[in-house]
């Protein structure tokens, strides 16, 4: 019993742990930042948004989808498939960037 009361709190933590990012993208002045990213599968990329404006990452190819990321809101995907991965804000769709997965 005593485990189990100590083990849930701890399994919670863990959930709620953000995942390790390999490669960071930061998101200001409507920009993505680096541009273009190059990783290699398994890897996790986070975003995070700097601007006061909200902002989203959403893949061309519907790999991944972010919500609005408001002010210093992050996203994390961890990239499984190699490959190019290019993704734009779908609120400001001049805001263009890719990801490479190799
Ligand atoms: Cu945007």
């Not at 398994?42 to 061309?60: A, F, R």
């Not at 804000?89 to 805001?95: K, T, V, W």
Request: proline residues 6%.
């Amino acid at each position: 019993m005593k485990f189990r009361i100590l083990a849930l709190p701890l399994l919670a933590l863990l959930a709620a742990a953000p995942a390790f990012a390999d490669a960071t993208v930061t998101i200001k002045n409507f920009d993505y930042s680096p541009m273009d990213v190059t990783i290699k599968a398994g890897d996790t990329v986070t975003w995070k948004n700097l601007d006061g404006e909200p902002h989203t990452v959403v893949s061309v190819d519907g790999a991944f989808r972010s919500k609005a990321l408001d002010e210093n809101d992050s996203y994390s995907f961890k990239f499984d498939k190699p490959g190019t991965y290019k993704y734009i804000c779908s609120i400001h769709p001049q805001m263009k960037a890719t990801i490479t997965v190799q």
